[in-house]
């Protein structure tokens, strides 16, 4: 193996200062520069993302192989198997091993696992890029209790204008999906991936890693709120969840039956919130909030 990322037993990570991440757009690796032609028929080049396999692994076995642009290969690995109930939040990881050459990771836990049966009972994801989710993975939000918190509009509005504005790989290259997690509006760990399951999964990894309390926080994503954006949110222990995109109706249903904050369709003034109104204060007087602009407009904003 030709690089190494070691993860500390748990007992030696709790101290560990959690690194704000944010996208870094001028990471050669991420993105190509592809030459084609317009509307006219003249030449263009821009930028496109790069897709890379990756493959992983839990202990000895092969788990699943992703498709995603790979920037954080460990905090990945370690989210998908947290929200695949994989691996509990007080398993111990001793190891985690990533090879570029070969594109594969490898989780090793204290105790030994075995998921031949579970991974037979696969479930094809509404996620773009194809994700997947496993046949029990509904029991693991079973009886969940998201944790009291309060969302203020002005931490809202704070939020959307500082993602929509930040160097971004989506504002580069397009043709991805972005999630943050943040702290009073303000992001913390802002992940893009090919598709925003991959997106979540890192920041989940990212948390798990450095032990970041997240009853306090706000996840922002710029998909759309379905069952499979819910279900990882909630296990992840976070209340709110905010969307600039639209949502389904299982997402709806399955926040409201837990109790999260879901707002949807959030751009400019505006936002829908369906389930967990009870914790929006409404502090922040829209005749000073701006609209957006159409450079930081998404894919679907006209949609709604």
């Given at each position: 193996?030709?690089?190494?990322?070691?993860?500390?037993?748990?007992?030696?990570?709790?101290?560990?200062?959690?690194?704000r991440v944010m996208?870094?757009?001028?990471?050669?690796?991420?993105?190509?520069?592809?030459?084609?032609?317009?509307?006219?028929?003249?030449?263009?080049?821009?930028?496109?993302?790069?897709?890379?396999?990756?493959?992983?692994?839990?202990?000895?076995?092969?788990?699943?192989?992703?498709?995603?642009?790979?920037?954080?290969?460990?905090?990945?690995?370690?989210?998908?198997?947290?929200?695949?109930?994989?691996?509990?939040?007080?398993?111990?990881?001793?190891?985690?091993?990533?090879?570029?050459?070969?594109?594969?990771?490898?989780?090793?836990?204290?105790?030994?696992?075995?998921?031949?049966?579970?991974?037979?009972?696969?479930?094809?994801t509404s996620g773009?890029?194809?994700?997947?989710?496993?046949?029990?993975?509904?029991?693991?939000?079973?009886?969940?209790?998201?944790?009291?918190?309060?969302?203020?509009?002005?931490?809202?509005?704070?939020?959307?204008?500082?993602?929509?504005?930040?160097?971004?790989?989506?504002?580069?290259?397009?043709?991805?999906?972005?999630?943050?997690?943040?702290?009073?509006?303000?992001?913390?760990?802002?992940?893009?991936?090919?598709?925003?399951?991959?997106?979540v999964d890192k920041?989940?990894?990212?948390?798990?890693?450095?032990?970041?309390?997240?009853?306090?926080?706000?996840?922002?994503?710029?998909?759309?709120?379905?069952?499979?954006?819910?279900?990882?949110?909630?296990?992840?222990?976070?209340?709110?969840?905010?969307?600039?995109?639209?949502?389904?109706?299982?997402?709806?249903?399955?926040?409201?039956?837990?109790?999260?904050?879901?707002?949807?369709?959030?751009?400019?003034?505006?936002?829908?919130?369906?389930?967990?109104?009870?914790?929006?204060?409404?502090?922040?007087?829209?005749?000073?909030?701006?609209?957006?602009?159409?450079?930081?407009?998404?894919?679907?904003?006209?949609?709604?």
């Open positions: 193996m030709t690089e190494a990322i070691q993860a500390k037993p748990k007992s030696a990570r709790e101290d560990l200062p959690a690194p996208p870094d757009p001028q990471n050669p690796r991420l993105t190509e520069r592809v030459m084609g032609i317009d509307q006219t028929g003249a030449p263009v080049e821009i930028s496109v993302p790069v897709e890379r396999p990756l493959t992983l692994y839990l202990n000895s076995q092969e788990i699943v192989t992703m498709m995603t642009i790979n920037d954080y290969p460990e905090y990945l690995a370690l989210g998908y198997l947290l929200n695949q109930n994989m691996l509990k939040p007080d398993d111990v990881v001793t190891e985690v091993v990533y090879d570029d050459d070969l594109q594969v990771v490898v989780v090793y836990t204290e105790c030994g696992t075995n998921f031949e049966e579970k991974l037979k009972k696969k479930t094809l773009c890029a194809q994700g997947t989710a496993f046949g029990d993975l509904m029991e693991a939000i079973e009886g969940a209790s998201l944790p009291h918190a309060e969302l203020r509009t002005s931490w809202l509005y704070h939020m959307t204008h500082a993602v929509n504005t930040a160097p971004s790989l989506y504002l580069e290259a397009g043709a991805i999906h972005g999630c943050v997690l943040c702290k009073e509006g303000e992001p913390v760990c802002y992940m893009e991936d090919v598709g925003r399951h991959n997106a920041i989940a990894g990212w948390a798990w890693r450095h032990k970041v309390d997240v009853a306090d926080k706000i996840m922002y994503t710029t998909g759309r709120l379905t069952s499979e954006m819910v279900i990882k949110t909630v296990r992840m222990g976070i209340p709110i969840l905010v969307s600039r995109s639209g949502f389904t109706a299982w997402g709806v249903e399955l926040a409201r039956q837990v109790g999260l904050t879901l707002i949807g369709r959030t751009k400019g003034k505006r936002f829908i919130a369906l389930s967990g109104q009870e914790r929006i204060v409404f502090d922040q007087s829209l005749e000073f909030v701006a609209e957006e602009s159409a450079r930081h407009r998404r894919k679907g904003s006209d949609d709604d």
